[in-house]
């Protein structure tokens, strides 16, 4: 494979609703002989849960630490994806420990973060912030929200559609800080040099239909518009509905250069 770019953009708003911004996102691009590299991530703050702004902007500063110590040195050390993944799933699980140990309000966080490196990348998800691929001229949900009525999706007690209008359907059943025992879901995927990436928190994905969703990477992949301008499309569509909650976006364009 060639060297691997990036074309990125991302933004944070608190909506419409919402006294405060309790979303926090990462964009971070490096590069060294074999290409770019990048981590890109959300953290959104459990509204439930009063010090969760504090929560969501701390993770996202335990990724800025991985970034830039750890992974510089894992570089050097010439570590593997694996190992790389490894250590990221630490860092986050430290995070999480830290959080947990605050004697002042309680706070909690989703998180769902992107690693990309050469021809490797990897997810880690908690919580209902979600990660789509469009690929192949399809988009599909990577990540599975850890909510209470997925859960009941899928026991198949309630239908995909049902569960869009759910009451309940805002209760995630696992978070950052929430509580002592936490399980990460780590997802490796292989880049092809030729797929997006849509990381994006439920104020978005709540107000805006999946199609929708769908339609702007096709129109960004197919260069019909940039990826500024895709990220400025979705989040206008939000705020042209009652955008109740905070809207994070971030869409990553990876595309293969010319061989080494």
């Not at 849960?49 to 010439?78: C, Q, V």
């Not at 997925?150 to 995630?172: A, G, M």
């Amino acid at each position: 494979m060639g060297r691997l770019t990036f074309q990125v953009s991302g933004t944070t708003h608190k909506g419409l609703r919402k006294k405060e911004n309790q979303d926090s996102i990462i964009v971070k691009i490096g590069e060294d002989a074999k290409g770019e590299f990048g981590l890109f991530a959300i953290a959104d703050g459990v509204s439930t849960m009063a010090g969760s702004k504090n929560a969501s902007h701390y993770m996202i500063k335990t990724l800025e630490e991985f970034w830039y110590f750890d992974l510089p040195y894992s570089i050097k050390r010439k570590d593997s994806f694996n190992e790389l993944m490894e250590k990221l799933r630490h860092k986050i699980k430290q995070g999480h420990q830290t959080i947990l140990k605050q004697e002042t309000l309680k706070q909690g966080t989703t998180l769902t973060v992107l690693l990309i490196k050469q021809k490797e990348s990897g997810i880690i998800h908690i919580g209902d912030t979600r990660l789509y691929q469009y690929a192949n001229q399809t988009m599909t949900q990577v990540t599975q929200d850890h909510t209470y009525v997925n859960d009941l999706v899928k026991q198949k007690i309630i239908t995909p559609l049902e569960s869009k209008k759910h009451p309940k359907r805002h209760i995630i059943t696992q978070c950052i800080g929430g509580k002592e025992a936490i399980h990460l879901e780590v997802i490796p995927k292989k880049v092809t040099g030729e797929e997006l990436f849509l990381i994006c928190s439920d104020g978005l994905y709540d107000e805006v239909e999946e199609e929708t969703l769908s339609s702007v990477l096709k129109d960004i992949e197919t260069s019909q518009i940039t990826i500024k301008k895709g990220v400025h499309t979705l989040l206008q569509e939000v705020l042209k509905k009652e955008a109740k909650d905070n809207i994070s976006i971030i869409i990553v364009k990876v595309k293969k250069g010319r061989a080494v």
